[in-house]
């Protein structure tokens, strides 16, 4: 590693760096006298103390975060590449929409995968029936969609739920944040392409004061818990004017998405993995 | 040499002073107003010519707050006006849609209280409401946009609770161009010409969306020179 080129390179992206380095610019003006004092083999430790200085993580925490989307990835990407590998479950007429959708999670694997270099976790096997509670996952289209469904839409939470742990991060936030939005685009496509099979199912969650779960499949509730949260920020969004009368408990709840921690997500694909 | 999380925690110490000092004030509405007692973060203000989006996670609120309040628009306008030969599934969808952007946009003027921008007049002259390939078209743009906007500044909050809450939002925005996009393409929610090889959603920096955001704006303009956007 060379420490020099790697601050290089965080400063091409983002400017403000040396401000977080230090309130005093000036104090850390000179990185060649900082690393001159440094020896060699500690570079490593001095550059990840640094940039636990810059921004409040350490890279070990970053690791964590990036593995955990890694693991997520692994599955979507095995679920996608395997359903598409199957002759007669994907119509001809939407094997386009799987084919980008796998692509994607393809993408997102190879470049996690390259961002953690030598950290990154080696991919787990998978039971795409979840221990048989969707036993028919990889013959029946319709299941097979309710499953991808259930997957895209916990990606989006599981995504949003580690967010806040990479605050200010300019690199992996961001790349985070542009994963999480690409995810967010299949799981409206998933709902949408299950919408015109006959499914009362809309491209955003929806519900009502007492469901969370809008696909009405019970074994999926954890996929759903809380999403029917109407507070925000300390504000009901139900009391909020709407274009006539105050906004519908269902636009309240279909307008924000809700996070998931982590070992709420781990608890819901466990089933789907093997070892 | 204090570091950035030892800044963040002073910050949110005088901010629990402060509240609790202003006791359960009017000011204190919701606990989203904090940030108006930390002197770093200037309230947004109207200026001469133009509408300064404040500094701070002020500004980004506000300038998340300016996008809701031209999409919320945007929308109001489709369903009031539907284009031609519109079908039932159609109009509900983009009501929907309607539904959410406004709920997003009055939700940022209540966490903004006293700090919110004024209410901006949109020009929506360049687009056609009785056509449905225009008005498609703006939707995809501006929910595009959107995305890009929302994904491009989240690094700059300093507040997790406000990072949260943009990442609540983002995904719904996603959620309305994927949704889009089908409608104009079937099979186009997350093309090549969004995603990018590493299968990234865009993202753009505030210089980058507010000269778009304001060529859809009559009168004036919105600007953020702490975000260096003169």
């Known amino acids: ?275 | 040499m204090k570091t950035l999380t030892q800044e963040l925690q002073n910050e949110g110490m005088a901010r629990r002073q402060f509240l609790r000092y202003a006791g359960t004030g009017a000011a204190v509405m919701a606990g989203v107003l904090t940030m108006a007692s930390c002197s770093k973060d200037h309230a947004a203000s109207v200026v001469n010519d133009h509408v300064d989006l404040g500094s701070g996670d002020i500004a980004i609120l506000n300038y998340a707050y300016a996008l809701e309040q031209l999409e919320a628009a945007f929308y109001t306008q489709v369903a009031a006006t539907p284009y031609s030969n519109q079908s039932t599934y159609e109009k509900a969808l983009l009501t929907d849609i309607r539904d959410h952007e406004v709920a997003h946009r009055e939700f940022f003027k209540a966490a903004l209280g006293g700090n919110a921008i004024p209410g901006l007049t949109p020009n929506f002259s360049s687009i056609n409401f009785s056509d449905r390939t225009s008005v498609l078209g703006a939707a995809k743009a501006f929910e595009d946009l959107g995305v890009s906007a929302y994904n491009g500044a989240g690094y700059m909050i300093k507040d997790v609770n406000y990072l949260a809450l943009a990442g609540k939002i983002v995904s719904v925005e996603a959620r309305h161009a994927s949704l889009i996009r089908n409608l104009i393409a079937p099979g186009s929610f997350a093309d090549s010409t969004v995603i990018d090889a590493n299968g990234l959603d865009g993202a753009k920096s505030p210089q980058q969306v507010v000269p778009i955001a304001n060529t859809y704006l009559s009168g004036k303009k919105i600007l953020a020179p702490a975000l260096g956007i003169y």
Not at chain 1, 43 to 59: E, V
């Open chain 1, 1 to 275: 590693m060379n420490l020099f080129n790697v601050i290089d390179e965080i400063q091409q992206v983002d400017p403000e760096f040396q401000d977080r380095m230090s309130p005093r610019r000036d104090a850390i003006k000179n990185i060649t006298s900082f690393g001159s004092k440094v020896a060699v083999a500690a570079l490593p430790f001095a550059f990840s103390t640094l940039f636990k200085r810059a921004y409040g993580q350490t890279t070990s925490s970053v690791n964590d975060v990036l593995n955990f989307a890694l693991t997520l990835e692994y599955l979507e990407a095995y679920f996608y590449n395997q359903g598409l590998a199957q002759a007669n479950l994907i119509p001809a007429a939407d094997k386009g929409y799987f084919t980008t959708v796998a692509g994607h999670e393809n993408a997102h694997v190879a470049f996690l995968k390259s961002v953690l270099g030598s950290a990154a976790v080696t991919s787990p096997s998978f039971d795409l029936t979840a221990k048989g509670t969707f036993a028919d996952v990889l013959t029946n289209y319709n299941t097979y969609l309710a499953v991808a469904e259930t997957f895209e839409d916990t990606g989006v939470r599981a995504y949003k739920g580690q967010a806040g742990n990479l605050l200010g991060n300019q690199v992996v936030l961001t790349a985070a944040l542009q994963i999480h939005a690409v995810e967010a685009r299949h799981a409206s496509a998933i709902r949408y392409l299950r919408a015109s099979k006959g499914v009362n199912i809309k491209p955003w969650i929806s519900g009502s004061a007492t469901v969370s779960n809008d696909t009405g499949i019970a074994a999926v509730n954890a996929s759903y818990a809380g999403e029917n949260n109407v507070m925000q920020g300390g504000v009901d969004i139900t009391t909020l004017n709407a274009v006539s009368g105050k906004t519908t408990i269902t636009a309240a709840i279909e307008a924000f998405d809700e996070p998931l921690d982590k070992a709420s997500v781990l608890a819901i694909v466990s089933p789907f993995i093997k070892s």
